[in-house]
T-cell receptor, first 113, second 113 residues
Framework: GESVGLHLPTLSVQEGDNSIINCAYS??????FIWYKQESGKGPQFIID?????DKRQGQRVTVLLNKTVKHLSLQIAATQPGDSAVYFC????????????FGTGTRLLVSP | DAGVTQSPTHLIKTRGQQVTLRCSPI?????VSWYQQVLGQGPQFIFQ???????GRGNFPDRFSARQFPNYSSELNVNALLLGDSALYLC????????????FGPGTRLTVT
């Protein structure tokens, strides 16, 4: 079945470090992937997306890498700040015809000053 | 520009009751999707509506229904509430269906007692 998993439930880093959050997906037909940030009591906030015809995409302080060979997705956050502390979800869209994002359980990022 | 808005923010209902949740998408967006997020888990897809038509349905019972209005706002209805329906209900909007960015609202916290 469809599933999106995360390798680490909690990641603790120091302010200024680079963070890497990993995600494995199981549906090789998925053609679209998104990373979301969710702070306590709020809805998921869009961070960055990538389509299956790409292997890397960069945003402001964030980079998403896609390895279709091993069905792996990662989010890199440069110079992590305390405001980056949140739960991060990766999500895949396994069907191109409509949107049905499949989310994992999330990784909690804790940034210490 | 206003983001996705949802109402009410919080809601407390008793078992067996019915509830209606509301969502207004980002201006210009024609697609609305609903997700259920149980505490500690990632969001689970319930429905997608695009141009007032249901485009996708997740693995939820028939007690869950939704509709989209001509102005693209949407309602999610849940009948015969169960304790297990307690969750954060999220609405997401996007410009189209398929591989488009989805932006989430703040959610409605439903508690069933």
């Amino acid at each position: 079945g469809e599933s999106v998993g995360l390798h680490l439930p909690t990641l603790s880093v120091q302010e200024g470090d680079n963070s890497i959050i990993n995600c494995a997906y199981s549906n090789s037909a998925s053609d679209y992937f998104i990373w979301y940030k969710q702070e306590s009591g709020k809805g998921p906030q869009f961070i960055i997306d990538i389509r299956s015809n790409m292997d890397k995409r960069q945003g402001q302080r964030v980079t998403v890498l896609l390895n279709k060979t091993v069905k792996h997705l990662s989010l890199q956050i440069a110079a992590t700040q305390p405001g980056d502390s949140a739960v991060y979800f990766c999500a895949e869209n396994p069907l191109g015809g409509f949107q049905k994002l499949v989310f994992g359980t999330g990784t909690r990022l804790l940034v210490s000053p | 520009d206003a983001g996705v808005t949802q109402s009410p923010t919080h809601l407390i209902k008793t078992r067996g009751q019915q509830v209606t949740l509301r969502c207004s998408p980002i201006s210009g967006h024609k697609s609305v999707s609903w997700y259920q997020q149980v505490l500690g888990q990632g969001p689970q897809f319930i429905f997608q509506y695009y141009e007032k038509e249901e485009r996708g349905r997740g693995n939820f019972p028939d007690r869950f229904s939704a509709r989209q209005f001509p102005n693209y706002s949407s309602e999610l209805n849940v009948n015969a509430l169960l304790l297990g329906d307690s969750a954060l209900y999220l609405c997401a909007s996007s410009a189209g269906t398929g591989s488009y960015e989805q932006y989430f609202g703040p959610g409605t916290r439903l508690t069933v007692t």
